[in-house]
């Protein structure tokens, strides 16, 4: 993002920050007479905006590239992620093979007769 871009998002935020406090100022005065709370409504609108100026200033200053992952960590992750889902896969291949295996001796080794406590006399 180029400084100039980043300034301007910052001072189109600042704006609608501002424009809003506007109407909250336009609804807040005349509440503030009636329900007789002074400049308490109008000042707490102020000291709103005043402080989200303040935080969309100083996030946007405090953001940096240090933060943000570089392309040759991302690309370490990358491997790493595709190593573990080689290893998940071979396992499930050799898995997969010795239930085969188990299956095929099962089927040679299974005895004729049942000896059930049923079936004995």
Same mark, same amino acid.
């Not at 005349?30 to 109008?42: N, Q």
């Not at 590239?65 to 291949?93: C, G, M």
């Given at each position: 993002?180029?400084?100039?871009?980043?300034?301007?998002?910052?001072?189109?935020?600042?704006?609608?920050?501002?424009?809003?406090?506007?109407?909250?100022?336009?609804?807040?005065?005349?509440?503030?007479?009636?329900?007789?709370?002074?400049?308490?409504?109008?000042?707490?609108?102020?000291?709103?905006?005043?402080?989200?100026?303040?935080?969309?200033?100083?996030?946007?200053?405090?953001?940096?590239?240090?933060?943000?992952?570089?392309?040759?960590? &991302?690309? /370490? *992750? #990358?491997?790493?992620?595709?190593?573990?889902?080689?290893?998940? @896969? +071979?396992?499930?291949?050799?898995?997969?093979?010795? &239930?085969? /295996? *188990? #299956?095929?001796?099962?089927?040679?080794?299974?005895?004729?007769? @049942? +000896?059930?406590?049923?079936?004995?006399?």
């Amino acid at each position: 993002m180029t400084k100039k871009s980043r300034e301007d998002a910052r001072v189109a935020a600042t704006s609608k920050i501002w424009g809003m406090t506007a109407g909250i100022f336009a609804i807040c005065i005349p509440l503030s007479a009636v329900t007789r709370s002074g400049p308490i409504l109008p000042l707490a609108a102020i000291a709103g905006a005043a402080f989200s100026t303040v935080a969309v200033w100083r996030n946007d200053d405090q953001k940096s590239p240090s933060h943000s992952f570089p392309a040759q960590r &991302i690309e /370490k *992750l #990358e491997q790493r992620i595709a190593n573990l889902e080689t290893i998940v @896969s +071979s396992d499930e291949l050799d898995l997969h093979t010795k &239930i085969q /295996k *188990l #299956e095929a001796s099962n089927i040679y080794n299974v005895p004729t007769q @049942s +000896s059930t406590p049923e079936t004995k006399t």
